[in-house]
């Protein structure tokens, strides 16, 4: 009777924990461009971008997307679309070329070498949709599990000469969603 109980306990725990993974829905989309490896990370850091086809086509296609970033040598660790699905494109240990020349608040400079890139795909007339303010709020509680993040930014906040995006993100609501969901 009690090997029976341990099998249904260890059933329903990796029942659970598939569900976690598979809640983020994460599609592997890794790319060849635009990051440099770095086995010596020390991640403290995520930052949300905006983005979205303007050469042609459907605005919100991810192959298109990634299509625009090779050509510009940039990518992210990750891309929410439309729909929430969440499209891993570098591995979180490397160095995604997503923040250029930037610095945060503290004055580190070289913001790729400690930070996970996240772009929301979303245009200057649009806002970030339910599904993926949802995707971003977990996928940002995920990579907390693994880093101690001392910062969640928008790419506005650590470039604003250059840079305003997230487009239409309504920032202080999406914060203290995400306070609200660590509590």
Same mark, same amino acid.
């Given at each position: ?81 439309? @729909? ?6 570098? +591995? ?6 997503? %923040?250029? $020349?930037?610095? =945060?608040? !503290? ?49 506005? @906040? ?6 305003? +995006? ?6 202080? %609501?999406? $914060?203290?969603? =995400?306070? !609200?969901?660590?509590?």
């Amino acid at each position: 009777m009690k090997s029976i109980f341990f099998i249904l306990i260890i059933l329903i725990t990796s029942s659970l924990s598939s569900f976690a993974s598979d809640s983020l829905n994460i599609i592997n989309k890794k790319v060849s461009f635009g990051f440099a490896a770095n086995s010596n990370r020390n991640v403290n850091s995520v930052i949300v971008h905006s983005t979205f086809n303007n050469s042609g086509g459907e605005k919100y296609d991810i192959d298109l997307v990634l299509k625009q970033f090779s050509t510009y040598g940039v990518s992210a660790h990750y891309v929410i679309g439309r @729909d929430g699905k969440i499209y891993q494109l570098v +591995d979180e240990k490397d160095n995604s070329y997503h %923040a250029g $020349k930037s610095s =945060l608040p !503290d004055g580190t400079t070289n913001v790729n070498s400690c930070s996970i890139g996240i772009e929301i795909m979303t245009s200057y007339t649009e806002s970030p949709t339910e599904e993926q303010t949802k995707a971003l709020l977990n996928l940002i509680n995920d990579i907390k599990k693994r880093y101690s993040i001392k910062y969640v930014l928008r790419h506005s @906040d650590i470039a604003p000469v250059r840079k305003t +995006d997230p487009w239409n993100f309504d920032w202080d %609501a999406f $914060k203290k969603r =995400l306070e !609200d969901s660590i509590k």
